[in-house]
């Protein structure tokens, strides 16, 4: 197989699991519509990061030996649990509180503040689902190209799943945040916080589940 080859067909499989609705779509969204267009950004490079450290560990081997240890694949997954159970019930408080009205800001104007800690969500919820790194090892062997070493396989590969990821939530995060500079008031803020807390709770004990069976 050569590289070209190798690399639209992974971006074809890559293409399908982006477009498919998923954790890092409601969190994308979450950030768009209640944050603004900055924190979506940093949260979906976040998730890149993410992206990228799997696919280099998959080319490594390292995705490897998390599927051949029960108990490192249960550890990983308890606690992504954890971290999204706790997340997500941060954002169902929040979404039970009055909240006071935000301030009224320009079109398109950034929120200060924070984007340290959107970037840092969305490389949490990618590096703590082992079910990346599992997709990771899974596919990767299936498109490696001639004479191309299996790290910077892994790393091409992701690369791809990367843009793609970066075009379709860039886009979503437009999308929603100009429709969120509209209807930016507590009781819609309050109903998405609501709305992603419990999607990520029951990510969260999807997770845990995995880590008892």
Sequence with gaps: MTLAQALAGFAVVALLLTLAPGLDLAIVLRQSLTRGRGHAVATILGI????????????????????????????????????????????????????????????????????????????????????????????IPQFMADGVSPLVMGVLLAGVHVALCGAWFGLVALGASRLGERLRSPRVMRAVDGLTGGVLVAFGVRLALDARA
Excluded: E, H
């Design 48 to 139: 890149q990061c993410g992206l990228l450290a799997w696919g280099a560990a998959a080319g490594a081997g390292a995705t490897a030996v998390l599927a051949a240890s029960q108990g490192a694949y249960r550890v990983l997954s308890a606690g992504g649990a954890v971290y999204l159970a706790w997340m997500g019930a941060v954002m169902l408080r929040r979404a039970w509180r009055p909240q006071p009205a935000p301030a009224r800001r320009g079109p398109g104007a950034p929120q200060r503040g924070g984007l340290w800690r959107a970037w840092l969500t969305g490389v949490a919820t990618d590096l703590l689902n082992p079910k990346a790194g599992v997709f990771y090892l899974a596919t």
